[in-house]
């Protein structure tokens, strides 16, 4: 089956979405290299959950307004998404980038929020372990260090983009430069405030990233003491892709759909 | 037509094979192949190498900004100007130039190039960049705005030098409540200020605009390039409804004189080499942070995926595409008015010490191009040129 795409139009920035499934709504942010797939992970959790892919402003196909200058404004702009859909009882996961922008909704307003899962999110530095520069990462080289399964690497890299897919990835590549450039993919002012993140809360890592090295981990737990975190076997940066079930485990265990 | 002695100011004893292990020598190889008394030895020589461009009938001696890199010492250039200040008295001073965005407080640019102007009693002319894209990984910049940055401290950078204070700026990436700079700049209403550019159609109009008419620059580019770019401004200025003149329009190159087109090829062949291949390469992502460029040109480059360094050049692909200028004094003046009479050209921005080039064959070929070369392309003007 296929999930109903559309566009959103959210106070004056049209984004596109993916969405299928009933029941809870779980919303998906991802990553820096963008959404525009309908991944394994979501067809799994659709058969228990509402699951709402939107691309976030300046990715794929959605706008990129100039106005949106930071991690920040894109939560704002999110706390406006699950407004304007009258979203409410949440399971909010995020990864990487997307995990930082999870955060930072978080932080500001969990009132429609039910859990919270964050997937080797950015966000936060620990000082003395830099994460990767992925800037200087090139595009053969940027594959592989997200992988810890080097088969799925090797997959991704013999399919040739097309140039809509070329457009796309170097449009994502420069809102993740206007997002996450200076200071490099963090935002000082987060750490501070996590402890207003109440709701329950879960940190997911693959212990092999080589992006967001997996000691981050034990610094979301020491700033969101009752968050639990599951640090994966033989994983790199995206769990949520060379570990779907897992994951899919994971959230179905935090929002109490443990089947 | 005028003549600009320019100067990058390269470390040469690198160890050409030890900087392959790195990506590239900007932003990632180690300073502690930096020897200080070496590096001594190379400021000295080089301010040297450009002062004595007064005596050789230069009408303008000039430096650059380059950061965390072999390719070039002068992280600070004004420091350089004010050093060749002191040390000649008729010949303009060119610092080509700042690179606005990469400062977070662009009052520090207009308060000392207005020192400069004033310690050279009006002969500084300035140059805006906006830096190489290797500079924002190194300065921390972000490259997605690296236009708007540019065009907002240009635009502080002039009030400042021409409206009196104290005022209040307010701009997207700079605030200031107090603007009200100390010295006043020598010139009026402010220094000349050029625009050295790989060519970007947004840049080349910005710098015709009647508003600014500012003299542009083509750097390191094939001879194509260098005239399409040359013709791109004065197609702007004509659509502005001005004609440009030959001041406006500029060319940097690295240029080798010697007796012989065959000694001058055999001469210059491994330190232009070093240059391209070694002093310049650095990969794509560094080459062109995402921002860097805008999306439609950073398409069109990732095309064709050429641009300075990308691939290996040997000094007949150099000479060939006209990148470099190579060979007798014959060859050297016919080359340089053939572009002069193609595009208009009115500043020869020369560098004369390129790569690993010896001091005794530096000073040879300036020697000989302003013996040889200068006198003739300066003799004539220009009045065929704007008739193509």
């Not at chain 2, 900007?26 to 020589?45: C, V």
Request: negative net charge; contains cysteine.
């Amino acid at each position: 089956m296929a999930p109903v795409a559309k566009r959103l139009d959210i106070n004056g920035v049209q984004i596109s979405t993916l969405r299928q499934g009933q029941g809870q709504p779980l919303l998906f942010l991802h990553g820096a290299n963008g959404a525009s797939a309908w991944l394994p992970l979501f067809e799994e959790l659709s058969n228990a959950y509402d699951v709402i892919v939107p691309e976030h402003p300046g990715f794929g196909l959605s706008d990129d307004p100039d106005w949106i200058k930071s991690i920040p404004d894109i939560a704002m702009f999110y706390l406006d998404f699950l407004e304007q859909l009258k979203l409410s009882n949440v399971a909010l996961v995020g990864t990487s980038l997307g995990g930082w922008i999870a955060a930072e909704v978080a932080v500001r307003s969990s009132t429609t929020l039910a859990s919270l899962t964050l997937v080797c999110p950015a966000g936060v530095r620990v000082r003395g372990t830099p994460i990767a520069d992925t800037f200087m990462w090139g595009p053969e080289e940027s594959v592989r260090n997200l992988f810890f399964n080097q088969a799925i690497a090797d997959r991704m890299l013999s399919v040739k983009p097309t140039e809509e897919q070329l457009t796309a990835l170097l449009k994502n590549r420069f809102s993740t430069t206007k997002l996450a450039w200076e200071p490099r993919g963090f935002n000082p002012d987060l750490e501070k405030w996590l402890h207003r993140i109440k709701i329950p809360t879960q940190v997911i890592w693959g212990s092999e990233d080589k992006l967001i090295p997996a000691a981050y981990a034990e610094k979301w737990k020491e700033n969101i003491p009752h968050a639990t975190v599951s640090v994966l076997q033989e994983c790199g940066h995206l769990p949520h892709i060379e570990k779907s079930d897992v994951v899919a485990s994971k959230i179905h265990q935090l929002t109490g759909h443990a089947q | 037509m005028k003549f600009v002695l320019f100067h990058l100011m390269p470390y040469r004893d690198l160890n050409f094979d030890e900087a392959k292990k790195y990506r590239s020598v900007w932003t990632l190889m180690p300073n502690s192949a930096y020897n200080p008394d070496k590096g001594a030895d190379e400021y000295e020589e080089y301010i040297d190498q450009l002062v004595s461009g007064e005596r050789l009938g230069y009408d303008v001696i000039a430096v650059n900004e380059h950061h965390q890199t072999p390719y070039g010492l002068m992280p600070a250039p004004n420091l350089i100007a004010s050093a060749l200040i002191q040390r000649t008295k008729k010949v303009k001073i060119g610092v080509f130039g700042r690179a606005l965005p990469l400062v977070n407080n662009p009052l520090n640019i207009a308060e000392e190039f207005a020192m400069l102007d004033n310690l050279s009693r009006g002969r500084l002319i300035t140059g805006f960049v906006r830096g190489i894209g290797a500079e924002y990984h190194t300065a921390g910049v972000n490259p997605a705005f690296s236009h708007g940055r540019f065009y907002e401290a240009h635009d502080l950078i002039v009030q400042a030098w021409t409206r009196s204070g104290p005022f209040a700026y307010e701009g997207e990436h700079f605030n200031f409540r107090y603007v009200n700079t100390w010295p006043r700049p020598y010139q009026q209403p402010h220094p000349p200020i050029w625009v050295p550019s790989q060519g970007s159609s947004e840049t080349i109009r910005w710098s015709a605009d009647p508003a600014r008419k500012y003299p542009f620059v083509v750097t390191f580019s094939t001879s194509d390039a260098v005239s399409n770019y040359l013709k791109m401004y004065r197609t702007e200025a004509s659509r502005f409804g001005y004609e440009a003149s030959s001041d406006q329009l500029g060319w940097a190159a690295p240029i080798y004189v010697a007796e012989t087109d065959e000694r001058a090829r055999e001469e210059a062949r491994i330190p232009l080499q070093r240059l391209f291949n070694n002093y310049l390469p650095m990969p794509w992502e560094m080459l062109l942070p995402p921002g860097y460029s805008s999306m439609a040109s950073t398409i069109e480059l990732a095309k064709v995926r050429t641009g300075i360094g990308v691939q290996e050049q040997t000094l007949e692909d150099l000479i060939e595409k006209g990148t470099v200028v190579v060979g007798s004094p014959k060859t050297v003046r016919d080359r340089i008015a053939s572009m002069r009479d193609k595009t208009g050209l009115g500043n020869m921005i020369c560098l004369h010490q390129f790569g690993t080039l010896s001091n005794e064959l530096t000073r040879r070929s300036m020697e000989m191009f302003s013996a040889e070369v200068m006198p003739s392309l300066r003799a004539k003007t220009l009045a065929s040129a704007a008739a193509e």
